[in-house]
């Protein structure tokens, strides 16, 4: 793709374009302020890892940076090596790449530290912004991308596939709730609730499906999924690509505005959360006609009711939670999952550091679906092993199946022994 | 002789307001209408971050490095220091002769700050490895005006090293990282009203300290 002088200029050109489009919306102002102090190393789990400069958070936000000096700064443009300041190039599109997808889960710890106070993922997002506009998103995040936008989920899974999962679990359902009204809905109009879920809950883990609907059936909740955009996700989101971003946003709305629901409540997503209720609409430049809110919300909002009853005696071995960052620390949920489990479980404790300032467990930023990245991810999550094994405790609650994918692999790879649950699950089997 | 670097100085100044002002305008870029739900209120998160939210308890990069982030600290009270007696030397020349004989120690602390920062960044391999020569360039700068405002004495030659010497100083400052002097605050304070804006911040701790 960058093989000739013309395709090389042509990227650049390209590139360069998308980066004043990416400094819009004040991303701009970050990138004039990082003084390169280099006190963040400590705050990055990937840092920690592997203490090399490149894996400073300060030195991967350096790589947009000098990008930025070079298309838009007085001493970028005419004394570019004075400033750091850098063209794009091919070399210097590849250490792009490597720093913004390979070394950063845009997890925004190092942000939160930072001793000027800047949006570190901010600028990090720019940089994925600028690849994505020249198709340098890695093949595995692009394919998931793709998936989304041309079957409306990310694993591909065919519509019949989701028909007799619901047909299955809902059988599953009535047997163990003991009530023929127990049931996984889907294309139902006008129910109160649209409600997303990660493909992965279809696919391989439909116990978790399984718990909201038996949860939603003991609250007596209106509910249904839409067999047509039931993804949570958005990989767009991952890449970069705001386009994308935005059409899987779009439709997942208009499907919602169709089936004339009350709320979309969002299944224990991360990113999911993240780019559904804060990031989409500014995407779609337009307030939601309806309300957008984590099913945690929910959850706690029926124990808070007594809309459900629980029994902590259901769940008596030690629990701890784990705070997926776009939830928590870019989201702002990190009261509700904590009272919930306070209810529903016997022995909870917490980890440390924990809420906004708990470490990624590394399978963020898109970084499982990039399998050149696999050592790093793994060895990334070490310190996230060491939080868990201080507490001692048996199951490790999360909100986000991406989490929970990157710590059943570190439960293996550090010889962890525990148990990875969503928190409706727990909820689930606390229900009397 | 003196005159003439009192211009030269108010020209430089004048340059700067400017050009950092035409800066942050562009990188406001027309702003950003956030029309998700709000859950929380910006100021809440602006107010945290420029309090509490810089205290070793909550900022881990000044907890782990107590050292480094004390001696940015040191210099940077005094560059602000200078650029005040600066500007007093401008437009109350007795005044700021005072000032200056005054805080002339609180300058010369910091020059010692600002050459340990320097130290570090050449000593340091990973520091050296993410520096460019703006980098350098600018911690020399800050130093240089130090020097000036600390050790040489306010007569009337002393005077004009410090007017001239800042007279360049500012023109510098808005072209390479110095104009971090401003957009320390800006970037600061947007992180932190989006922040606000989503009952991220004040943390749930610092609610409940």
Same mark, same amino acid.
């Given at each position: 793709?960058?093989?000739?002088?013309?395709?090389?200029?042509?990227?650049?050109?390209?590139?360069?374009?998308?980066?004043?489009?990416?400094?819009?919306?004040?991303?701009?102002?970050h990138l004039n302020a990082c003084v390169r102090c280099g006190l963040c190393g400590e705050s990055c789990h990937i840092y920690r890892a592997e203490p090399t400069p490149e894996n400073l958070p300060g030195a991967k936000a350096a790589r947009v940076i000098g990008h930025y000096r070079r298309y838009a700064t007085f001493l970028g443009r005419h004394l570019p090596r004075v400033?750091?300041?850098?063209?794009?190039?091919?070399?210097?599109?590849?250490?792009?790449?490597?720093?913004?997808?390979?070394?950063?889960?845009?997890?925004?710890?190092?942000?939160?530290?930072?001793?000027?106070?800047?949006?570190?993922?901010?600028?990090?997002?720019?940089?994925?912004?600028?690849?994505?506009s020249v198709g340098l998103v890695p093949a595995g995040l692009q394919r998931t991308v793709n998936?989304?936008?041309?079957?409306?989920?990310?694993?591909?899974?065919?519509?019949?596939?989701?028909?007799?999962?619901?047909?299955?679990? /809902?059988?599953?359902?009535? =047997? &163990?709730?003991?009530?023929?009204?127990? !049931?996984?809905? %889907? $294309?139902?109009?006008?129910?109160?609730?649209?409600?997303?879920?990660?493909p992965r809950e279809i696919k391989f883990f439909p116990l978790s499906l399984m718990a909201a609907a038996g949860v939603f059936h003991a609250a007596g909740e209106s509910w249904t999924l839409s067999s047509k955009f039931y993804d949570v996700t958005n990989y767009g989101f991952f890449a970069g690509d705001d386009d994308a971003a935005r059409e899987l946003t779009r439709r997942v709305m208009e499907e919602a505005q169709a089936l004339g629901v009350q709320e979309v409540i969002l299944s224990e997503c991360g990113h999911g959360f993240r780019a559904f209720r804060w990031e989409g609409p500014n995407w779609l430049q337009r307030?939601?006609?309806?309300?957008?809110? /984590?099913?945690?919300?929910? =959850? &706690?909002?029926?124990?808070?009711?007594? !809309?459900?009853? %629980? $029994?902590?005696?259901?769940?008596?071995r030690r629990v701890t939670l784990h705070d997926p960052c776009n939830l928590v620390r870019w989201g702002g949920v990190s009261e509700p999952q904590r009272r919930i489990l306070r209810r529903c479980v016997q022995d909870f404790v917490e980890m440390t550091p924990n809420r906004q300032d708990n470490f990624c467990c590394g399978g963020g930023g898109g970084m499982l679906s990039m399998s050149e990245y696999g050592d790093r991810r793994i060895a990334s999550g070490a310190i996230k092993a060491e939080?868990?094994?201080?507490?001692?405790?048996?199951?490790?609650?999360?909100?986000?199946?991406?989490?929970?994918?990157?710590?059943?692999?570190i439960s293996k790879r550090y010889k962890l022994g525990v148990e990875i649950q969503a928190v409706v699950e727990l909820v689930y089997a606390a229900l009397t | 002789m003196l005159a003439l670097a009192k211009a030269i100085a108010s020209l430089a100044i004048g340059w700067t307001l400017v050009a950092l002002v035409t800066q942050v305008i562009a990188a406001r870029g027309g702003g950003r209408r956030d029309y998700s739900r709000r859950a929380g209120a910006p100021w809440k998160g602006v107010l945290y971050s420029f309090t509490t939210g810089m205290t070793p308890a909550h900022k881990e990069s000044v907890r782990l490095h107590p050292g480094k982030f004390a001696l940015g600290l040191v210099m940077h009270v005094g560059v602000i220091v200078s650029i005040v007696g600066v500007v007093l030397l401008l437009v109350w020349p007795t005044g700021a002769l005072r000032v200056l004989s005054f805080l002339r120690l609180v300058c010369a602390v910091a020059l010692v700050g600002g050459i340990g920062l320097l130290f570090r960044r050449v000593l340091?391999?990973?520091?050296?490895?993410?520096?460019?020569?703006?980098?350098?360039?600018?911690i020399l700068a800050t130093c240089g005006l130090l020097t000036?405002?600390?050790?040489?004495?306010?007569?009337?030659?002393?005077?004009?090293?410090?007017?001239?010497?800042?007279?360049?100083?500012?023109?510098?400052?808005?072209?390479?990282?110095?104009?971090?002097?401003?957009?320390?605050?800006?970037?600061?304070?947007?992180?932190?009203?989006?922040?606000?804006?989503?009952?991220?911040?004040?943390?749930?701790?610092?609610?409940?300290?």
């Open positions: 793709m960058l093989g000739d002088d013309k395709d090389t200029a042509e990227t650049a050109a390209q590139a360069s374009a998308a980066l004043a489009r990416a400094c819009r919306g004040l991303a701009a102002y400033v750091g300041a850098r063209d794009f190039t091919p070399a210097a599109l590849a250490e792009l790449v490597d720093a913004v997808y390979g070394r950063c889960t845009g997890c925004g710890r190092c942000g939160l530290h930072c001793s000027v106070g800047l949006d570190v993922a901010a600028i990090i997002r720019v940089g994925r912004h600028v690849l994505a998936n989304q936008l041309e079957t409306g989920n990310q694993m591909a899974i065919p519509r019949e596939e989701l028909i007799s999962t619901a047909e299955w679990l /809902s059988e599953d359902l009535k =047997l &163990e709730r003991g009530d023929d009204g127990a !049931r996984v809905h %889907v $294309d139902q109009p006008g129910r109160r609730v649209l409600y997303l879920v990660n307030e939601y006609p309806l309300p957008v809110r /984590s099913v945690l919300e929910l =959850l &706690e909002e029926y124990l808070a009711a007594g !809309r459900i009853k %629980v $029994d902590p005696a259901k769940n008596p939080q868990i094994r201080a507490t001692g405790a048996k199951i490790v609650a999360t909100p986000c199946h991406n989490c929970a994918d990157q710590l059943l692999e | 340091s391999s990973t520091m050296r490895a993410i520096s460019s020569p703006d980098d350098y360039l600018a000036c405002s600390s050790l040489f004495p306010m007569d009337a030659r002393g005077q004009l090293v410090v007017l001239l010497y800042a007279g360049l100083l500012f023109v510098y400052l808005p072209l390479g990282k110095l104009r971090h002097a401003v957009f320390f605050f800006v970037a600061r304070g947007d992180y932190a009203r989006r922040l606000g804006y989503r009952g991220v911040y004040p943390p749930v701790r610092a609610r409940t300290e």
